[in-house]
């Protein structure tokens, strides 16, 4: 076991509800039962998606449900009345190239328990990733957030974003002329369009399906107060950890992977000293300059009408 303190940061990798951050090397289900019931205030996890990644244990799509069952049921064990889950999941893309949508799947086994509420479907859209040929290429991911209880945290105005019209004003009624909008933002919806984690992204490291820190950070800020224990059952590199201790919350994670807890201890060092590399959350999604070489269509690519088809070769 080991103990950091930068700054009275308690980092171990033994659970106790004192620690700041625990980074638990090993199966999740095993960090799971070393959590008294009703202790998180929040978890917030990407699970693997089943799809023979490096690091992915080989099982069927049936026991790969059967393990999200056991993992679910501990979480809702250990949330809090009040409390909140948040499962970010893609799509399982089985051997004959069929996509199975794993929230579609996965929504089951979280409406079997009797507290827990389904209170928001949130897509999450990025621009970049596989060049599929044989299918549209994916270009977002779900988040499913569950409640355990009718009555549960949410802090909108943590979490609102710059209004779009900010100097429109009511052309009727007894607010005639006054600025209609709510001047501390808006509510950030449930398509949530945020850059995903790729070779020139600030936050890239060594996993090949890491995420990017404002995914949980809304979640954390909307979903919980200071203080507030996070835990993250499929850890990977620590990004949820991060989240929470740069906003003053308690985190707990594990993963099966050394070398990827190694480099969450490094970022947890680096966010608590202050020297973290991030992408600063609201920075606006790059749009290349036209009129660029970058944005310019070579001589021989296909140009397109507005109706999108092909009508001849640039020359």
């Known amino acids: 076991m080991y103990t950091d303190r930068v700054v009275n940061f308690r980092l171990q990798t033994r659970f106790h509800e004192e620690n700041d951050v625990t980074l638990f090397h090993g199966d999740c289900l095993a960090l799971l039962k070393r959590i008294p019931d009703r202790t998180a205030g929040l978890v917030v996890t990407s699970p693997p998606y089943n799809n023979r990644k490096a690091y992915e244990r080989p099982q069927t799509l049936d026991e790969y449900l059967r393990l999200q069952r056991l993992v679910?049921?501990?979480?809702?064990?250990?949330?809090?009345?009040?409390?909140?889950?948040?499962?970010?999941?893609?799509?399982?893309?089985?051997?004959?190239?069929?996509?199975?949508?794993?929230?579609?799947?996965?929504?089951?086994?979280?409406?079997?328990?009797?507290?827990?509420?389904?209170?928001?479907?949130?897509?999450?859209?990025f621009e970049h990733g596989l060049h599929c040929t044989r299918?549209?290429?994916?270009?977002?991911?779900?988040?499913?957030?569950?409640?355990?209880?009718?009555?549960?945290?949410?802090?909108?105005?943590?979490?609102?974003i710059p209004q779009k019209y900010?100097?429109?004003?009511?052309?009727?009624?007894?607010?005639?002329?006054?600025?209609?909008?709510?001047?501390?933002?808006?509510?950030?919806?449930?398509?949530?369009?945020?850059?995903?984690?790729?070779?020139?992204?600030?936050?890239?490291?060594e996993h090949p399906c890491q995420f990017p820190i404002e995914l949980p950070e809304r979640l954390i800020l909307a979903l919980t107060r200071r203080g507030d224990l996070v835990v993250d059952p499929f850890l990977?590199?620590?990004?949820?950890?991060?989240?929470?201790?740069?906003?003053?919350?308690?985190?707990?994670?594990?993963?099966?992977?050394?070398?990827?807890?190694?480099?969450?201890?490094?970022?947890?060092?680096?966010?608590?000293?202050?020297?973290?590399?991030?992408?600063q959350p609201g920075t606006p999604v790059y749009e290349p300059k036209p009129g660029t070489p970058l944005t310019t269509v070579p001589v021989g690519f296909a140009l397109r009408s507005p109706d999108k088809h092909p009508v001849e070769l640039r020359r």
């Open 72 to 125: 679910i049921a501990e979480c809702v064990r250990i949330l809090r009345v009040g409390g909140s889950i948040c499962w970010q999941v893609g799509n399982h893309v089985n051997e004959r190239g069929q996509v199975m949508p794993l929230d579609l799947l996965l929504h089951p086994l979280f409406a079997q328990h009797e507290q827990i509420r389904l209170r928001n479907r949130i897509v999450w859209h």
């Open 135 to 160: 299918r549209f290429s994916g270009r977002h991911e779900t988040i499913l957030w569950y409640t355990k209880g009718d009555r549960y945290r949410f802090h909108l105005d943590a979490v609102r």
């Open 166 to 205: 900010p100097g429109k004003r009511a052309y009727k009624g007894p607010r005639k002329g006054e600025y209609s909008c709510n001047p501390r933002g808006k509510n950030p919806g449930d398509v949530w369009v945020i850059p995903n984690v790729k070779s020139n992204h600030a936050e890239k490291l």
């Open 236 to 279: 990977g590199v620590g990004t949820t950890a991060v989240a929470a201790a740069l906003h003053g919350r308690r985190a707990a994670g594990a993963d099966i992977q050394e070398q990827y807890l190694q480099i969450a201890k490094q970022r947890l060092m680096d966010a608590v000293e202050g020297r973290l590399k991030r992408r």
